[in-house]
């Protein structure tokens, strides 16, 4: 299966990198940056504003979860507080156990990926305008948690590597620094930066 390079997302975001990063909502940065901060200073699983935010922000609302895995879910962000290497199966594997309305276990793996990003941006997001950038594809016609999970992690590993090697290159400048001018006030690692660059390259590609 072939993804989207390093190359291929560059060409990409370089195209017109202001309208890219002028399509930024504002939004965005506040919220994940209100939340990244609040989650040094909280207990989220008592936390009910925070939790709202995140649920609102990251698209927990999902009419086939139950209040059991919205309760579990934050819980299990409150362990991670003290883990130095979350593991991303894990956190999935646990969530996939909680089974939803009609009684059945649910992939949840772009939870999974939005709540260690917003313990940690080194983290990448995983929603519909990441896959979309990356051109990554489904997992829906696969059985079982173990075919998803490796398919997930393959597209997680490489939207890592991807994001590394972009920040390293040089030709990204531009593009980064056009960001730094829309957002002065906002001081994101570089990483978060292209995370929502490329986010945003996936909400516009037709």
Do not use: C, W
Not at 34 to 52: A, C, G, I, K, W
Not at 79 to 91: A, D, G, S, T, Y
Not at 95 to 124: C, D, R, V, W
Not at 149 to 167: C, D, S
């Amino acid at each position: 299966m072939k993804y989207r390079t390093a190359s291929d997302l560059k060409d990409l975001l370089l195209e017109d990198f202001e309208n890219v990063v002028n399509k930024i909502p504002q939004e965005k940065l506040d919220v994940y940056l209100y939340l990244h901060r609040e989650f040094q200073n909280t207990y989220v699983p008592d936390d009910s504003l925070y939790q709202f935010i995140f649920r609102y922000f990251f698209r927990l609302d999902n009419p086939s979860l139950t209040n059991e895995f919205e309760t579990s879910y934050f819980k299990l962000m409150e362990e991670q507080r003290k883990e130095e290497r979350p593991n991303i199966v894990q956190i999935t594997k646990s969530l996939y156990e909680i089974k939803n309305h009609k009684g059945n276990p649910t992939m949840q793996f772009p939870l999974a990926a939005s709540m260690l990003h917003a313990i940690n941006p080194q983290f990448p997001t995983y929603d519909s305008d990441i896959v979309k950038a990356f051109d990554f594809s489904s997992t829906y016609h696969l059985s079982g948690f173990e075919k998803k999970m490796k398919r997930y992690m393959k597209q997680y590993q490489h939207a890592y590597r991807t994001y590394t090697e972009l920040i390293d290159d040089e030709a990204m400048e531009p593009m980064f620094k056009h960001f730094d001018e829309r957002f002065r006030d906002y001081n994101l690692p570089k990483i978060k930066k292209l995370d929502l660059m490329t986010a945003q390259l996936g909400n516009i590609i037709q």
